[in-house]
C-alpha cells in the first residue's frame, strides 16, 4: 500500500519533537499555522504525538491519502479515529462506528439524504431561508456565523423531526446552540470524568443530559404516533422497523439524532460565514454571485460553496486507526497509529489549485480541480452522508440571500481563523452589513 518504490529505514516518519501535551495544545489551537508549516518542514508524511497516548502521522499527498480512503474499511477504522467525540456522539453514532455497525447505521441514515429526498428538501429551504432574511436588519453590522447558524438549525430540525415547534424543540434548539460551543478545554476534560464534577465541565455535562431527556421524550412520544409509516422525517424513519425486525433501541436514536442536529446545521452554517465574508471583501466575487442568484444558475451557486470549502475548509482533517501494520508513503506505520489525511493542507495546495489563497469559485467552472485534491466531506466508505444536502442547502441560501441583498465588510481587515477541535471557524463571526437592492 502507499507510493511504490519509496521505502524508507527509517522506523517511523518525521516530525516535531516537543512534549505530547505542547504539541496538543499547540496543532489543536493553531493547526491552520502549524499543519503547512510542519509539511515544509518534514514533507509529506509527519508524525506527531498528543497527549494523553495518541500517535498521528499526517499525509497530505495524493496517493497517500487515496490509500487511506480506498483500503479496506477493516484496517483503517474511521470510528476509532473519531473517538475523541464519543462523548458527545455517543457510542453508536455513524462517525464513531467502524465495519458491520457503521454500515448498519449509514444505510438507514441515507434514504435521507438520496437524491430524491434532497428534491423534496428545496421548498422547505427556501421558505426558511426567507423568513430568517426576513428578519436581517439593513445597514448595521451583525455576525453573519451567527445567523447562519440559526438557519440551519431550523432547517435540520424540519429535517430530522418534521416540524419544530414546541416548547421541547424550543429548549432543544438553545442547547443545541450550546453544545456546538466546544473548545480544547472542554475535549480534554472529556478524558477525565473526575473533572466532570467542576465547571465548566460540570456545565456542559449538564446541558448534554438535559439534550437526552429532550430526544429520549420525543422518541417515545414519536414511537405512538398511528402515521409514522407515511412520515419522511429522519425520526420516523428510523423508527419505521426494517423488514428483518432490526429496531434500532432509544440509546442508537438518540446517538444518530444528536449526531444529525450537531454536525448537520454546524458545517454548513460556518462554510456560509466564510463564504459571506470572502463575497463581502471582493466586489468581483459579489458581482459574480449575485449574477448568478438573479440568473438562478444553481451550478454556479455552487461553485461558491465548493470553494469556500477549499480556501476555507470547516474540518480540517479526517482521521483513520490502524488496524494493522501498514505501508504508506514509503513508511511502516504501526497498528494502533492514527492516519490523518489533511483537508486543511491539500485544499491549501497550490499545485493543486493555482492562487490558492484567493477566493475564486470560477475554477470550479473552468474544470475540476485534480482527483482528490477537493475533499471537505472526507472520501472513501466513510464520505459524509449530508455532502449534497450541504450544497444544495448552501446554494439556495446564497440564491435567495444575494437576489435580495447586497453585501458589505464590517471591517476591511480579513478575518482571523478560530481553531476549535472540530471545526475552523471566523474568530469575528463574519460580521457583515446588507442593504437592499
Known amino acids: 500500500m502507499g507510493r511504490a518504490g519509496t521505502t524508507t529505514s527509517a522506523a517511523l516518519p518525521p516530525g516535531p519533537p516537543l512534549p505530547a501535551l505542547v504539541q496538543t495544545l499547540v496543532v489543536g489551537n493553531l493547526r491552520h499555522h502549524v499543519l503547512p508549516l510542519l509539511k515544509r518542514r518534514y514533507g509529506s508524511v509527519v508524525r506527531m504525538r498528543f497527549a494523553p497516548h495518541r500517535d498521528i502521522v499526517m499525509l497530505t499527498d495524493l496517493d497517500d491519502i487515496k ?52 428534491r423534496g428538501y428545496r421548498a422547505m429551504i427556501t421558505g426558511l431561508t426567507r423568513a430568517e432574511l426576513d428578519r436581517w436588519p439593513e445597514n448595521r453590522a451583525f455576525g453573519a456565523h451567527d445567523r447562519m447558524r440559526a438557519l440551519t438549525m431550523e432547517i435540520i430540525l424540519r429535517v430530522v423531526f418534521g416540524v ?13 446552540g450550546h453544545l456546538v460551543e466546544l473548545d480544547l478545554v472542554q475535549v480534554i476534560g472529556w478524558q477525565s470524568p ?52 432490526d429496531e434500532l433501541s432509544d440509546a442508537e436514536l438518540r446517538d444518530q439524532l444528536v449526531t444529525l442536529l450537531l454536525a448537520g446545521h454546524e458545517t454548513t452554517a460556518t462554510a456560509l460565514a466564510w463564504a ?7 466586489p468581483e466575487q459579489a458581482a459574480f454571485t449575485t449574477r448568478a442568484a438573479d440568473e438562478g ?70 474544470g475540476s480541480p485534480p482527483a482528490g485534491s477537493w ?39 480579513p ?7 472540530i471545526t475552523l471557524e471566523p474568530a469575528r463571526g463574519a460580521r457583515i452589513k446588507v442593504t437592499g437592492r
Open 194 to 245: 473526575r473533572l466532570q464534577r467542576y465547571r465548566p465541565w460540570r456545565t456542559y455535562a449538564e446541558r448534554q443530559a438535559r439534550v437526552d431527556e429532550l430526544l429520549y421524550a420525543e422518541i417515545s412520544e414519536r414511537r405512538q404516533v398511528s402515521d409514522l409509516a407515511q412520515r419522511t422525517d429522519v425520526l420516523s424513519r428510523l423508527l419505521t422497523v426494517p423488514a428483518d425486525g
Open 276 to 282: 459571506l465574508h470572502e463575497i463581502s471583501r471582493d
Open 67 to 118: 490509500t487511506v480512503f480506498t483500503g479496506p474499511v477493516t484496517t483503517f477504522h474511521g470510528g476509532e479515529g473519531n473517538v475523541t467525540l464519543k462523548p458527545l456522539m455517543g457510542d453508536h453514532s455513524v462517525l464513531v462506528t467502524d465495519e458491520d455497525t457503521h454500515l448498519r447505521a449509514r444505510k438507514l441514515l441515507m434514504p435521507a439524504f438520496n437524491g430524491a429526498a434532497l
Open 375 to 413: 475533499l471537505p466531506f472526507g472520501g472513501g466508505a466513510r464520505r459524509c452522508l449530508g455532502a449534497g444536502f450541504s450544497l444544495l442547502e448552501g446554494s439556495i441560501v446564497l440564491r435567495e440571500l444575494f437576489g435580495r441583498f447586497a453585501v458589505a465588510p464590517e471591517h476591511p481587515r
Open 415 to 421: 478575518e482571523r481563523i478560530r481553531s476549535r477541535p
Open 297 to 366: 444558475d444553481e451550478k454556479a451557486l455552487e461553485a461558491v460553496m465548493k470553494e469556500s470549502l477549499r480556501l476555507r475548509p470547516v474540518v480540517g482533517e479526517v482521521v483513520r486507526r490502524l488496524t494493522e501494520d501498514v505501508e504508506i508513503g514509503g513508511y511502516r506505520i504501526p497498528a494502533g497509529f492514527d492516519v490523518m489525511p489533511s483537508i486543511l493542507v491539500v485544499h491549501g495546495d497550490g499545485d493543486h489549485h493555482p492562487d490558492a489563497k484567493l477566493f475564486r469559485p470560477q475554477r470550479f467552472l473552468d
Open 164 to 176: 419544530a415547534e414546541g416548547p421541547r424543540l424550543e429548549e432543544l434548539r438553545r442547547l443545541i
